[in-house]
């Protein structure tokens, strides 16, 4: 096992990469940006390293100065957490390179998923049921016209290099599809500097649910069952719960398998999420993150596997401790994601946290880096926060949510737990009656409160 890990991340999740390691009897190294210098991160880590200014291309994002970090510390192993460089593969390149273990994928399974064209057609050949549409990228309006007619209307133009709902546009009828493509293709050039797009149907009231899965080096594949991230906005989610109250034991053990034996032919390594949209009892693939998700913590809850320190050990060469049979799915998990902005408008609301109270007792779990007097940088995400709570049941969940978030305090900054509040107490909330498009609606003002 490692000595010592670095930790190549900010906030929460690299507080919680932090705690895994610790667990373990791993020393810790922080790396953090001259913006960083009181974060908790860098306050519980064994030993860190200023690895450059307050923007993230200086500093979280700064490749030689995190090499040189880990070199200078002699840390054997790089944890990239989410975000940040997690699905770089020249970064999981040249870790590699410099003899440190990427706790991740193979850097060719990172490039592979990060090509959304090729993650599609890699999937489907392994087995996975796709969303229909174009075979590969769409190079012209003439080519996405003649898709689009094929596939039928409405249609999504989306980026193969895409991520965090950027470079993705509606077409409902063919009058918009122009507009649709050009802008799309613009959007993902600026954001991702490759403007290859693609087409997939537009689909009207899916669910999104992804299956969490994990591969180590000597050929054991276990899914983790879902996570239900239906309720998003601008493709961005919110609030994730696990299992999804949309399937029954039967499908996830189905879709579970169908999952396994995928991963299993592309010999994908460590921990991984297939995305899905689900619609009329069909499963659609929409993308595979190859890295740990902002949203794991609901299925450690209900499995009580800690995703963090298997993805440790598979890096150290380690087998899985379970096998399929052994995982067991025990009550009902709710994650809501807290962050530092307008829960109206969701203009960040950076600043300094002058109080702070966090939220406690049976099934309440908070994984957070903000304290009484940390000031939240506007450099970064606005995530501070994500309150998880385990019921036996997904009734018995809600309640204790909305009962810690009542007892959660965060002064000084605006943050989203009013609305958090508000949809705990909703009807289609309480039922699980929502799909990808509920939640902007409700906030639209078209539906119920
Ligand atoms: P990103 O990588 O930018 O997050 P995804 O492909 O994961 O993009 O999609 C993000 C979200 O966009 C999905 O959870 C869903 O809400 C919406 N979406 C993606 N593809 C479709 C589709 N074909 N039809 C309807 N909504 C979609």
């Not at 087409?199 to 669910?207: F, V």
């Not at 591969?215 to 879902?226: I, K, M, T, Y």
């Amino acid at each position: 096992m490692f000595q010592k890990v670095l930790i190549a991340n900010r906030g929460e999740i690299a507080l919680r990469i932090h705690r895994a390691c610790k667990e373990m009897g791993i020393s810790t190294v922080a790396i953090h940006s001259e913006a960083d210098a009181d974060a908790m991160h860098v306050r519980l880590a064994d030993e860190s390293v200023c690895v450059g200014p307050a923007p993230s291309a200086k500093s979280y994002l700064n490749i030689p100065a995190i090499i040189t970090a880990a070199d200078i510390t002699g840390a054997e192993a790089i944890h990239p957490g989410y975000g940040f460089l997690s699905e770089n593969a020249k970064f999981a390149d040249i870790v590699q390179a410099h003899n440190i273990t990427f706790i991740g994928p193979t850097a060719d399974h990172i490039r592979m998923m990060g090509d959304k064209i090729a993650a599609k057609e890699a999937v489907k050949e392994a087995g996975i049921p796709v969303v229909p549409g174009s075979d590969g990228g769409v190079g012209s309006v003439k080519e996405a016209l003649k898709v689009a007619k094929e596939i039928g209307y409405p249609v999504l133009v989306k980026a193969a290099a895409g991520g965090g709902g950027r470079g993705m546009k509606v077409a409902k009828t063919e009058a918009d599809l122009e507009n649709a493509f050009k802008t799309a293709r613009t959007e993902a050039k600026s954001a991702f500097g490759d403007d290859a797009v693609y087409l997939e149907k537009y689909l009207g009231k899916p669910r999104h649910i992804e299956v969490q899965v994990i591969a180590d080096s000597h050929g054991n594949v276990v899914h983790l069952g879902e996570r239900d991230c239906s309720l998003q906005r601008r493709h961005q989610k919110v609030f994730e719960e696990a299992p999804s109250p949309a399937i029954n034991a039967s499908t996830r053990a189905s879709i579970g398998k169908t999952v396994c034996t995928a991963i299993k032919k592309l010999g994908y390594l460590g921990v991984g999420t297939i995305e899905f949209l689900y619609e009329d009892g069909e499963f659609y693939f929409i993308e595979m993150n190859t890295r740990l998700q902002v949203e794991h913590p609901v299925t450690e809850m209900i499995t009580r596997i800690d995703l963090v320190r298997e993805q440790i050990r598979i890096a150290a060469g380690c087998k899985l401790p379970f096998t399929q049979k052994d995982v067991k799915f025990t009550g009902h998990a709710i994650e809501c994601r807290i962050n530092a902005e307008n829960p109206e408008t969701f203009v960040p609301c950076p600043g300094t946290i002058t109080d702070f109270h966090a939220p406690g007792g049976l099934g309440v779990r908070l994984d957070s880096a903000v304290y009484s007097g940390y000031r939240v940088p506007p450099h970064y995400d606005s995530l501070i926060g994500k309150l998880i709570v385990l019921g036996q049941t997904r009734n018995e969940a809600l309640m204790r949510l909305r009962r810690a978030l009542g007892e959660m305090v965060v002064s000084g900054v605006e943050t989203t737990l009013p609305l958090h509040l508000r949809l705990v107490d909703n009807p289609d909330v309480q039922n699980g009656d929502y799909d990808i498009h509920w939640l902007e609606s409700y906030l639209a003002g078209s539906r119920k409160e």
